[in-house]
């Protein structure tokens, strides 16, 4: 499957951004989704993921409560819902797809989009 990951953008802190991916095959549905984030000098770190049915969801400690992940699959798109945005959430933010169970490791994931950067100013 390809991806396609839109949304990034400029924003103060305590603002909010909406990141989608949209999937380029109608066995979108099959697969398990996941959004990861890279800054500048550190590595790629787990964000949020979700089932194929929406159903589960995971997110990373720093993120919890603030960022919400939904997907339609109707429309092959997951979203990355981001609230509350602080300095610290500054990344390049990638989906990535995968079969079979959830994971928190990106080198489980087959699948990846093209970057879209978030800076959030203080």
């Known amino acids: 499957v390809q991806l396609q990951a839109f949304g990034g953008g400029l924003v103060h802190a305590g603002g909010s951004l909406r990141l989608s991916c949209g999937g380029s095959?109608?066995?979108?549905?099959?697969?398990?989704m996941a959004w990861f984030r890279q800054a500048p000098g550190k590595e790629r770190e787990f964000v949020a993921s979700?089932?194929?049915?929406?159903?589960?969801?995971y997110y990373a400690d720093s993120v919890k409560g603030r960022f919400t992940i939904s997907r339609d699959n109707a429309k092959n798109t997951v979203v990355l819902q981001m609230n509350t945005l602080r300095p610290e959430d500054t990344a390049v933010y990638y989906c990535?797809?995968?079969?079979?169970?959830?994971?928190?490791?990106?080198?489980?994931?087959?699948?990846w989009g093209h970057g879209t950067l978030v800076t959030v100013s203080s």
């Open positions: 990535a797809a995968k079969h079979g169970a959830p994971s928190r490791s990106q080198y489980e994931y087959n699948y």
């Open positions: 979700i089932s194929w049915t929406g159903v589960t969801t």
């Open positions: 095959e109608r066995t979108f549905i099959w697969y398990y």
